[in-house]
C-alpha cells in the first residue's frame, strides 16, 4: 500500500485521508497546489478523477469499519472528518454522498451475514463534521464513559481534561 506519514505502508490513514485523495487527483491531472476544497469542487462538478478519489478512500474506510464491527461486535460508527466530505442533512455535500455511499457499500459487503441487513449502514455509520475541538472532546467522552461506566458529570469533567491538555478553555 501507500507510505503512511507515520512511516509504514499501506495504513488506513495511508489509504482514506485527505492528503492520499488530494495526492490521487495530482497525479491524474497534473494539478499542483491542489485542496480538499478544490478536490470537492472538481467532484461537485462530475470530474471522474476527482469522484474516484473520494470513492476509493470511502471504500477503503468500509473495509476497515467492517472489520471493526466484526471484529468488536460493534453496534454503530461515529465518523469526524473534513465538513467538505462528512456533511450531513441539508448542508450534505455530494461529495459528502460520494464518500458515504461508499463506505456504506463496501461495510455491507463485508459484515458477517447476520449483521448485514439489519438496519440501513447509514444508521449504524453516522457522519459528523469536525470543528474545533470536537474530535478531542468525543475522545475524552469515551474514556470518561470507559472509566467510570456511566454519563453523570462527564460534560465537566470533560471540559477539565480538555483545558489542561490543550492550554485552551473548552
Same mark, same amino acid.
Given at each position: ?55 476509493? +478512500?470511502?471504500? *477503503? ?10 471484529? #468488536? =461486535?460493534? &453496534?454503530?460508527?461515529?465518523? $469526524? ?36 441487513? +439489519?438496519?440501513? *449502514? ?10 474545533? #475541538? =470536537?474530535? &478531542?472532546?468525543?475522545?475524552? $467522552? ?29
Amino acid at each position: 500500500g501507500r507510505k503512511c506519514r507515520c512511516g509504514r505502508n499501506g495504513c488506513l490513514e495511508a489509504e482514506t485521508g485527505v492528503e492520499s485523495m488530494v495526492a490521487k487527483v495530482r497525479r491524474a491531472t497534473g494539478k499542483r497546489g491542489l485542496t480538499l476544497k478544490d478536490i470537492t469542487d472538481l467532484a461537485t462538478a462530475d470530474e471522474a478523477t476527482a469522484v474516484n478519489a473520494i470513492e476509493y +478512500a470511502g471504500t *477503503m474506510m468500509g473495509r476497515g469499519i467492517s472489520f471493526l464491527m466484526n471484529t #468488536l =461486535d460493534l &453496534e454503530g460508527v461515529l465518523l $469526524s472528518g473534513p465538513p467538505e466530505i462528512c456533511s450531513t442533512g441539508q448542508d450534505r455535500t455530494r461529495s459528502s454522498k460520494v464518500f458515504l455511499d461508499s463506505i456504506c457499500n463496501e461495510a455491507q459487503s463485508r459484515l458477517y451475514p447476520t449483521l448485514r441487513g +439489519a438496519v440501513s *449502514m447509514e444508521k449504524i455509520i453516522e457522519m459528523m463534521p469536525f470543528k474545533d #475541538l =470536537d474530535r &478531542e472532546r468525543g475522545a475524552a $467522552s469515551v474514556l470518561l464513559d470507559a472509566i467510570t461506566g456511566h454519563q453523570a458529570a462527564r460534560q465537566e469533567t470533560s471540559r477539565s481534561i480538555l483545558t489542561e491538555f490543550t492550554g485552551h478553555p473548552a
